[in-house]
């Protein structure tokens, strides 16, 4: 079972955004990079990201990046490690994270309103996957 | 377990003479935002008449129908002259949604419209309260956080949908005195846009244990009261309980989100000239349809809410039946649409209403497929 977030789980997620129909459908024409960056639940400073390259309702690439790699993305989705346990566990719903100040969503919002269902299915897409947290 | 949430609505005045609140305000300096037609009428009189001695006011009554941003604001320059340090909001959902955005430019004048969202702090209520005065008794604008605004980007027309808690208006006046004579075909859409309203935020994933008490008290002065307003439009009581329900409603769905009915209501409204209100009373029937296998306990409980003789063997025959008796109607024809322009706009219908956030939030999850389905269903042929 891949650890939360390593290279191994972010292989698996891309091939389960790959074979999500629904995800598929609500991003047919999305064009566009998104960044999932973990914060440290004290510090609140990165430790890690995942990047995604995602065109027309499926995953080109993804890549598992450290502290020390940075990369820029069209849209971020920021949150400490403890909040993100709970959203692929499907304990925090994506766009009421976001609401209630457990997550921040970063990058145009003329574009990210008109997908907030694909955005939604590609956070819950992460639960899916067997994850085991460090 | 409950998880963090809120439940925000303003602060209510209601029932006869309470526009005479306005009166007892801080604010010294009001900015009216209404419609044309109500500047044709003693509505922004009545309210100027009330405000506190020693007041100044400014009157903004361009707005027309489903107003886009440029027509919201077009007269910033000349608010931000004024200085207003209050926005009173004289009209339905266009002019509420207005005065929000108008809000909103008004404290942020470097910010694009697309930033009127809950993400950031916005400043502007430190800079400009909002008073809602609601003339329609149905979109409940007055009580929530979210705006309606239109935009085409010369291809497409849509209906955005913006938020901010920084909207939300810090006072909401309902004052029957602004409804007694609303006519006929205003005063059923805009109860069938609270009724369904109510319908949606009972039955949505987000539903709470607050906005659940409003949808039902708001079905039940809705229900209990509209087919009473019909045949007698002047009586006050049932007037002022319809007008008490919208709002209630409003407060629901604007702590716990609409469903698919507003998601499809806002595209068909994007693509043909059709009253808010008609628009989503057209689908829920066939939504309730396709929820009832999700949510069939909750939809039981709603059916209870309606009058003892309107209620048939389902939500689904009840709300038809109660539907078809005030006059809402119930396929596109009915609402004037021609069949086969509805047929040809198919895929933008489905492309609008899956970007709506209504979608996300309906009782049953949905798709573009099923979503096409419950279109094709109304077409009535």
């Keep these: ?11 698996e997620y891309v091939a389960k955004i790959n074979t999500n129909e629904k995800y598929a ?11 999932f960056i973990i914060e440290d639940d004290s510090s609140k400073k990165p430790v890690a990201s995942i990047y995604l390259d995602l065109y027309h309702g499926k995953c080109r690439g993804g890549k598992f990046l450290d502290k020390s790699e940075g990369m820029q993305a069209a849209f971020s989705y920021i949150g400490p490690y403890r909040n993100w346990i709970r959203l692929i566990k499907r304990e925090i719903d994506p766009i009421q994270g976001v609401l209630t100040g457990k997550f921040k969503l970063k990058g145009p919002m003329m574009k990210i309103m008109r997908y907030t269902r694909a955005a939604k299915e590609l956070v819950n897409t992460a639960n899916q996957v067997e994850t085991e947290f460090k | 377990m409950i998880k963090l949430w809120f439940f925000r609505i303003p602060e209510i005045v209601y029932g006869e003479d309470s526009l005479s609140y306005l009166e007892s305000t801080r604010h010294r300096r009001f900015l009216i935002v209404t419609d044309r037609n109500i500047a044709r009428t003693d509505f922004p009189d009545l309210v100027m008449n009330n405000l506190p001695d020693a007041s100044s006011s400014m009157l903004f009554s361009d707005i027309g129908e489903e107003p886009a941003f440029d027509e919201m604001t077009k007269s910033i320059e000349r608010i931000r002259e004024f200085a207003p340090d209050c926005i009173i909001a004289l009209g339905g959902g266009s002019v509420m949604d207005s ?22 702090h916005l400043g502007i209520r430190e800079k400009v309260s909002i008073i809602a005065i609601p003339t329609t008794s149905g979109t409940g604008s007055e009580c929530s956080w979210a705006a309606v ?3 085409s980007d010369g291809l497409t027309k849509r209906k955005m949908e913006l938020a901010s808690t920084e909207i939300l208006p810090e006072t909401a006046i309902l004052d029957p005195v602004f409804v007694r004579s609303l006519p006929l075909k205003q005063t059923v859409s805009t109860a069938v846009d609270a009724i369904v309203h109510a319908i949606e935020a009972y039955t949505s994933q987000w539903r709470n244990p607050y906005s659940d008490a409003m949808a039902i008290k708001a079905l039940q002065l809705i229900t209990g009261s509209i087919r009473s307003v019909i045949k007698d439009p002047l009586n006050i009581e049932f007037r002022n309980n319809v007008h008490i329900g919208a709002s209630m409603a409003g407060s629901a769905f604007s702590n716990s989100q609409i469903g698919l009915a507003h998601a499809m209501g806002h595209a068909l409204g994007s693509c043909f000239r059709i009253a808010h209100g008609y628009a989503v009373g057209l689908y ?3 939504i309730i349809k396709y929820n009832s296998a999700a949510v069939p306990d909750l939809y039981r409980e709603i059916r209870n809410v309606f009058p003892a003789d309107a209620r048939k063997k389902d939500l689904y025959g009840t709300i038809r039946y109660f539907f078809e008796e005030i006059g809402q109607p119930l ?8 069949a086969s322009a509805y047929e040809s706009k198919m895929e933008t219908l489905v492309k609008l209403s899956m970007e709506s956030t209504g979608s996300l939030t309906n009782a049953r999850e949905s798709d573009s497929d099923s979503i096409r389905s419950i279109m094709l269903k109304v077409r009535g042929i």
Excluded: H
């Design chain 2, 149 to 151: 605004v239109s935009e």
């Design chain 1, 25 to 35: 459908d609500a991003a047919s024409d999305w064009e566009g990079d998104f960044l």
């Design chain 2, 284 to 286: 829920i029937p066939e």
């Design chain 2, 99 to 120: 005065a929000k955005v108008i809000a909103f430019t008004y404290a942020n004048p470097a910010r694009q419209i697309y930033d009127l969202t809950p993400l950031e």
């Design chain 1, 1 to 11: 079972m891949p650890i939360f977030p390593s290279d191994e789980w972010v292989k």
């Design chain 2, 331 to 338: 396929t596109i024809g009915e609402c004037g649409i021609d």
